[in-house]
C-alpha cells in the first residue's frame, strides 16, 4: 500500500481539493474541471492494487500483456497565493458490491491520501460530491457546505449560493456524507487538518439515474473558484448541462402523469429557511419522497 | 504462522517442486469445483491448508446450495505422489490483491510451485456435439513457448469491453507474473444450456491437457462414461422433444438462436436432465 512519486513539488501553502466520483459524478466533474483548466501537472500516484479490483486487461496472441487499474493521481498547479494540490480518485475502492468505500480500504485510502497532502506542507482540504434535495431539474442548485470544525462556520456562511445543514428545512443541521468526499473531512479533523466538503444539489429523482449533473458540478465549481481566486471558463460545463438538462426532460416526461404532477410543484419551491412556511408542506413532501421512491423503486433504478 | 495471518496450515506437505492447480466453486458447469474434486479423488489429495474467510468475503450470512448452508471455504490439497497442489475456493469478494497473493505465497514458499494452472469456464453458443476446444492464456512468452506442442488455441487477443470487468484469473496471472511464476489460465467453452448444469465432456477436455502436461496418468473411464451418459441423455432429450431437436439442429448449422428461443432451450434441457433424461 503505497505512494508513487514521479517528482516531489515544492509547494507554497498548497489547498488540497480532492474528489471521487458520487451520485452525478457532482463533484468529481467540477474538480477535474478546474484540474483541466489550470493544467495542473501529475506528480503521484497511489498504488491501486490494494485498493480496486483490475478495470481492465489486454491479451494478445495469447499472452496477458496488461492489467488496468482505477487511476488515484495527484496533481499540483503553483499559483501567486496558495498553490493548489488535486486528488483525483476515478472509483471509490468499494468491496463486496457496495456503492460507496467504507471500512478499513477506505480509510486507509483516505489517509494515503492526506499523507500526501501533509508532507507537501497542506493544512486546508476541500472536498466535494452531491446533496440529493427537493428540488425541480429546472432550478439553479445550491451548494450544501460541510466544514470539519466550528471555526469554518463562519467563513462557509461567507460562500455564494451556499447554505450550511442547518440552513436545510427539516434537517436541523444534521446528516451524513457517504462514501470517500465525506470520510476524507473526519480523517482530516482526526489530523488537525481544516476541511470543507462542498455538495452541489441533484434533484432526488435523479440520483438513481446514470447521469452526470454538470448543472451541480457547476455550482461547486464557482464556490471553489472563487475562494481560491480563480477564474474558470465555464462553457464546457454549460454545453454539458444543455445536453445533459434534455436526456433528463426525457426522461421527466416518462415518469406518470400523477408523480410528474407532484414534482412539477417543486419549480415553485424557494429556498425556504426553516422557520418560515414553504410552500409544499412537510407532508405533501413526504408524500413525494414516497411516490419518487415507489417509481424507482418499479423501475429497479434507484440507488 | 503469526496470529492474524489468515491461512490456517494443518500439516506441512514437503515438495521438492510442485504445481498448482486453482478452480473457482462458482464456475459454470461447475467446472472449477468438479475438475478439482476429480484431481483430489484420483490423486488422492489431502486437505493441508486453509484461508480464513474474515477479510475476503461478506459473512452476512450464508448461501443456501442444494438446500444446504453452506460457508465460503479456500482449501489447499496436496497431491504428494504427483508433485501437485490443488486450490479450490470460492471467489472473495473483497481485498482479492491480498486474497491471491496469500495463495501464492503459500504455494511458492511452503509447496516449491513452479507452475500455476487457473482454470475457467466461458459460454458457448454452439451445440454440445461440437468438440470442445482448450483456450490458453500465459503470463509470460516462455510458458507459451513451452505450451505450443499440446493441443491448445494459444493465440487468443482480447481487451476488456466498456462495463466488463477482467475474470479473476486474469488478476491471478499477473500477480503471478510479478511474482516470476509462469501461469496460465484455460478457458473451456460450455454450450450454454448445460452451464448452470454440469458439462462432462468440458471437464474432460481440461482433465485431459492436465494429465499430459503434468505426467498425472489418470485413469479417465469413469470420467468417459459419464461423457457418453451425457450425450445420451441429450441425445434421448432430442428425440423426445421435437422443440429442443429443432433448436440444437439448428445450433449444429451455425444459425444464432433468438434471445427466448435460447432461454426455452435452457428451461427444457435443465427440465429433462433434472427430472433424470
Redesign the interface.
Known sequence: MGIRYYQEPQLQNPILVASWPGIGNIGIIAIDTLRGALEAEEFAEIEP??FF????????????QH??FPGSRFYFKKMKENDILFFIGEEQPT???RMYAEGR?AYGMANLVLDVAEKLGCRRVYTSGAAVALIHHTAQPRVWAVPNTRSLLAEVKGYDNTVLMSDIEGRGGQGNITGLNGLLLGVARRRGLEAICLMGEIPVYLQGLAVSYPRASKAVLEVISRRLGIEINMDNLDELDRKVQRKVEEFYQQIPLEIRGQLDRLKHVAYAQPAEPGPITQEEEKKIMEDVERFFKKRGGAD | MNPGYPIRMHKKPVFPQSSLVLGWRQDLGNLGRKVTDYLNRKLGGEEFAGVEPEDFF?LDGVAIEDNVARFPESKFYACQEHELVVFQSDSP??????FLNLVLEMAEQHCRVREVYVLGAMISFSAHTTPRQL???????GM?EVLSQYDL????????QPGE???LN??L??IA?KRNIPGV?LWVPIPFYLAAMEDAQARKKVLSFLDERLNLRIDFSDLDHEVVKQNEQLARARSRIPQINEYISRLESNLMLSEEENGELITRIEDFLREGG
Not at chain 1, 479490483?53 to 496477458?64: A, E, H, M, R, W
Not at chain 2, 469478494?93 to 491480498?98: Q, S
Not at chain 2, 488455441?153 to 476488456?160: C, E, I
Open positions: 492494487w490494494d479490483y483490475p478495470k481492465g486487461v489486454l491479451i494478445k496472441k495469447g499472452v496477458l492489467l488496468e468491496e463486496m458490491g480500504r | 461478506p469478494g473483497a481485498e482479492w490483491y491480498r483456450l490458453a492464456v500465459v503470463n509470460t512468452t507459451k488455441a494459444g493465440d487468443v487477443d482480447y481487451q476488456t470487468r477482467p475474470t486474469s488478476f496471472l499477473w507474473r489460465s
